[in-house]
């Protein structure tokens, strides 16, 4: 028997990775002899570097950049097993976990340091990038990410070194001629999950800068700062970014990608999918395993394991899910393509351990799969 095992994380608690392994061993106990393959996922988020990386046989890269405030700190992105596509999580230069609370201010922080790890892939010789965008502290419309990789920008008396949301209203012309020149034979793609435009009341600084330390005016100008940002883009080069659905990801950072580096916005799990060759894997399966911390109604709306399953029944495949809290909307899911549902949970208990047990409950899940499968043989 075959069986694919192929979950999202659990949040604060277990990777992707650890998560199928525990379930693997479980299943191992009942099932000796069935093969396993393990196939970590992630949507873009947190966590999309490592599982690529232990999916296709990648490695993770670690290199000093500058922090959302211009300091330096350690980073990492991750380049998959064949050394051709680098997956960079902008939150892991640019985040917003990086700072403290009383340190959020939009106004001046950068991307910079996530177009450190872009310039630091090309130099690893990457033809394609893929750019993951939550969890930004930024508003800059990706001007530090493109200041990083040699565009310049001037306002009223030349050279702008202010950076941040607060200094795009300066803005007055663009500098292509230092870009970095291996960006033209570069293939970005950015895993992008929210459909909010950069500008407007369901724009980047509206919906996304009061978690980032903007104010009420701080977001009105915000605001005008990114569509006067646009303005110049669109009078220079002819690109409409201000209402592109995704451009507004990252305080702006979508919209600065597609500026900048012509790249394309995706769904993340169709991104990671093909990255580590899922659907040849599950065609290949008996039974699909997928799951995450919590699976509820909301699952249905795009999260990891509703990715997984529907190309599970795409080809016929028996998919369970596993989650660690099975909410009481979830019976929803068998409609969309899920066969069993299971939690890991086996006595009531509080959050805290039920994290700090997840591996052995896992495990038991597993063991609890394989005495299903076995009814079967």
Known sequence: MNILIAPDSFKDCMSAWEVAIALGRGIKKILPDAVLVMVPMADGGEGTVESVIDATGGKRIEIPVMD??????????????????????????????????EERDPWITSTYGTGQLIANALDQGCKKIMLGIG?????DCGAGMAE??????????????????????????????????????????????VNNPLTGPQGASAIYGPQKGADGAMVEKLDRNLTHFAGVIENQFGKKISQIPGSGAAGGLGAGMIAFLDATLMKGFPLIAELTGLEEKIRQADLVITGEGKMDAQTQFGKTPLGVAQLAKKHGIPVIGVAGTLEEDAGVLYQ?????????????????????SAEPLLERTGERIGRIMSLQL
């Not at 202010?162 to 291996?182: C, I, K, M, N, P």
């Not at 393509?337 to 208990?349: A, C, R, V």
């Open 68 to 101: 959302p405030l211009m300091r330096k700190i350690s980073s990492f992105y991750g380049i998959t097993g064949d050394g051709r596509t680098a997956v960079i999580e902008m939150a892991a230069a640019s985040g917003l976990e990086l700072l403290e609370p």
């Open 135 to 139: 969890g930004s502290a930024t508003n």
């Open 148 to 193: 990083a990789l040699g565009v310049e920008f001037s306002g009223r008396f030349g050279k702008l070194t202010a950076r941040g949301g607060g200094a795009l209203g300066e803005v007055e012309s663009v500098h292509l001629e230092g870009l970095d020149g291996r960006i033209a034979g570069t293939t970005f793609v950015v895993a992008c999950d």
């Open 336 to 356: 969309e393509g899920f066969d069993l549902l299971l939690s890991i949970q086996e006595k009531p208990g509080d959050l805290a351990t039920a994290l700090s």
